[in-house]
């Protein structure tokens, strides 16, 4: 019987679980030819998440959790789930319920056609606010006109993958990782499939605006360069306009004598150059500080305690 991990990350989830778990469950007794078993990644949440988890697991033989020390993010509890998972396929999915379960079955189907993988997009953001929905919109099309992995708008990371597919992601051991774009990155056959967003019911979304702008922000810096090819050819097309201006200038003087007028343009030119060269260093800093982080290597997350014997692991 082929074996199926499913993984989620969980945040302050304590509400959510049991309606989780129950809605899953009903779901996967409809497909049985398929083992199931769960990889909760509590998050280092500060309610009773893992309090949950564990009465869940005392219920449930497949119920499987790990625990973090503290707060490592999303894409750190996905890197965990993924890591201790050992099944032919893996799903991954949110907790509150926004990635619906019935589509179980449509995903495995995606897979079992010869995909390595079947990935879920948004049809439309309902529910979300216009500025949410404006953020999304720049983001996906700068993300895909701009670095080299291409994503349909909507995506998001809920989806199924082979084993070998896991792998390779698990190869990729950065640890800033941007999940969007690393699943994307490693390549393989993915179907891509449609689901109607549902809106959370219980608990409320980790996600404030600006850690939306700074995700979407580490996204761009992951994968692409551009930026830095940006400033390159800014600085040469103001190298060029100034040669241009200094040279006007200059015949002016010696033809006309020197004008003491100019106080504007000075000033916009010391401002101008001012903000370009502010915008180019911050760019650059971006990356130098990507690098300072990466450089470390610390570990990606680290786990105080979990029900996953190594036994489970072969
Ligand atoms: N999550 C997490 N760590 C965090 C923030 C979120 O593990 O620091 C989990 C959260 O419990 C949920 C999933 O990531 O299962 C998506 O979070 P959320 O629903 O807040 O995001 P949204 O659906 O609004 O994008
Ligand atoms: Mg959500």
Redesign the pocket.
Known sequence: MKTIDII??????EE?LPLFVKETNEVIATIPQYKFRYIF?????KDK?IEVLKTLASRFDNVKYISFSR????????YAGLKNSTADYVIV????L??PPKMFPQMIEGVEEGNECCALYRAKQTGESKIRQLVSKVFFSFQNNISDVKMPEGA??YRIMSRKMVNAILDLSEVQRFSKGIFCWVGFKTKWIEYKNVE?TV?????SLWG?FKYALDGITSFSVTPLRFIAVMGFIISMLSFVYILITLIQTLCFGIDVAGYVTTLCATLFLGGIIELSVGILGEYIGRIYIETKRRPIYIAEETNIDNEDNV
């Open positions: 989620v990350p969980c945040y302050n989830e959510v990644v509590n998050d280092g949440s998440t707060n490592f993010g999303k894409e750190s509890a996905m999915m949110d907790a509150d926004q990635h998001v990371d959370r608990g409320t979304t980790k996600w939306l």
